[in-house]
């Protein structure tokens, strides 16, 4: 399994990107993909999870600025960013992991340690 992000860059503050990530050898009827970001110093936090279904999960203070989707035909993931900030400056991860079954249904969690495929990461820098 192979997942290669790009797209990163620097913008001020108030710009938009919109990060890819293509994945390779993951072929999983059902999954869950997702974008996550680590600020040096501090943990690895979920930025959107997409599950085969098409739900979503998004941390609740990005909602209304980040949008996760994907396009199976080309197994490529999104995750368009709106009015960036200073503070969403970080590395960001593709990750790839299996769904959840839980209370009769597959479901995503947005956890680190839900994920097993990690890409290596596109820097995204927000200027003011």
């Known amino acids: 399994v192979r997942l290669v992000e790009s797209g990163g860059g620097s913008v001020q503050s108030g710009g938009s990107l919109t990060l890819s990530c293509v994945r390779s050898?993951?072929?999983?009827?059902?999954?869950?993909l997702g974008w996550f970001r680590r600020v040096p110093g501090y943990g690895r936090e979920a930025v959107a999870i997409?599950?085969?279904?098409?739900?979503?999960i998004y941390q609740d203070s990005l909602k209304g600025r980040f949008t996760i989707s994907e396009d199976s035909a080309k197994m490529t993931l999104y995750l368009k960013m709106n009015n960036l900030k200073p503070e969403d400056t970080a590395m960001y991860y593709c990750a790839a992991g299996p769904v959840i079954y839980e209370d009769g249904a597959y479901v995503c969690k947005a956890a680190d340690g839900e994920f097993n495929y990690w890409g290596s990461g596109t820097q995204v820098t927000v200027s003011s």
């Open positions: 050898g993951y072929t999983y009827s059902r999954w869950c």
């Open positions: 997409i599950s085969s279904t098409g739900a979503t």
